[in-house]
T-cell receptor
Framework: SQQGEEDPQALSIQEGENATMNCSYK?????LQWYRQNSGRGLVHLIL?????REKHSGRLRVTLDTSKKSSSLLITASRAADTASYFC???????????FGGGTRLMVKP | DAGVIQSPRHEVTEMGQEVTLRCKPI?????LFWYRQTMMRGLELLIY????????DSGMPEDRFSAKMPNASFSTLKIQPSEPRDSAVYFC?????????FGPGTRLTVT
C-alpha cells in the first residue's frame, strides 16, 4: 500500500492563482520530498523537507510539514500554465534511500 | 551529465516473449532504483541496488522479473515470459543521497 496519499487527486485552476496540494502518510519519516511529473516524462525532484523542519521555500514553492498530523502540503504561488503536471509526495521508509510515493495530484493550470 | 539514460523508450512485444529494459545511471551515484508506473497501482518500487548489490527486491512481482547490475554504469530489468498485465511505464532512477533522478522511462506494451 502507498505510504503517502495526496489530496486532491485532481486540481484545476486559472493562471495566476495559488495551488495547494496535501499529502498524508502513515509511519514515521526521516524526510519528505515532492516530485513533479510532466506527461510522458520521468519524475523531477522539487524540494525536500526534513522531519525536524516545519516549512521550506524554494522559488514559488512552499512546503510545510506537520509530523504530529503526519501530513505535508505543497503550495505553488502565482501558478503558470507550465506548472501543469502531476505532483507526488514521497517518504523514506528507513535510513536508506528507499522512497514510497503517493498516488499524486494532477494539476491543470488554465491560461 | 546526460542524466539517467533508459532504453528502449518504447517496447511492444507479444505475450510470452522476453523483454529486457536497460538503464545507465548518473555517474557517481551509488543507488539505482527500478519502478513501475500504472494508472491502477501508481508508482511502485520494484528493486533497488546500492553499490551494484541488490538491497531490497520485495517489490518484484514474481519470478518472471529479474534485475541485475553488473557494474556501476549499467543495470537491466528482465521479464521472462512477459504477460499483458506487465504493460506499464518502467522507470529507472539513481541517487547519491536523498534526491532521486529519474530516467525518461520505457513504455512497455505486451499484447
Amino acid at each position: 500500500s502507498q505510504q503517502g496519499e495526496e489530496d486532491p487527486q485532481a486540481l484545476s485552476i486559472q493562471e495566476g492563482e495559488n495551488a495547494t496540494m496535501n499529502c498524508s502518510y502513515k509511519t514515521s519519516i526521516n524526510n519528505l520530498q515532492w516530485y513533479r511529473q510532466n506527461s510522458g516524462r520521468g519524475l523531477v525532484h522539487l524540494i525536500l523537507i526534513r522531519s525536524n523542519e516545519r516549512e521550506k521555500h524554494s522559488g514559488r514553492l512552499r512546503v510545510t510539514l506537520d509530523t504530529s498530523k503526519k501530513s505535508s502540503s505543497l503550495l505553488i504561488t502565482a501558478s503558470r500554465a507550465a506548472d501543469t503536471a502531476s505532483y507526488f509526495c514521497a517518504t523514506d521508509r528507513n535510513a536508506g534511500n528507499m522512497l514510497t510515493f503517493g498516488g499524486g495530484t494532477r494539476l491543470m493550470v488554465k491560461p | 551529465d546526460a542524466g539517467v539514460i533508459q532504453s528502449p523508450r518504447h517496447e511492444v512485444t507479444e505475450m510470452g516473449q522476453e523483454v529486457t529494459l536497460r538503464c545507465k545511471p548518473i555517474s557517481g551515484h551509488d543507488y539505482l532504483f527500478w519502478y513501475r508506473q500504472t494508472m491502477m497501482r501508481g508508482l511502485e518500487l520494484l528493486i533497488y541496488f546500492n553499490n551494484n548489490v541488490p538491497i531490497d527486491d520485495s517489490g518484484m512481482p514474481e519470478d518472471r522479473f529479474s534485475a541485475k547490475m553488473p557494474n556501476a554504469s549499467f543495470s537491466t530489468l528482465k521479464i521472462q515470459p512477459s504477460e499483458p498485465r506487465d504493460s506499464a511505464v518502467y522507470f529507472c532512477a539513481s541517487s547519491n543521497k536523498y534526491e532521486q533522478y529519474f530516467g525518461p522511462g520505457t513504455r512497455l506494451t505486451v499484447t
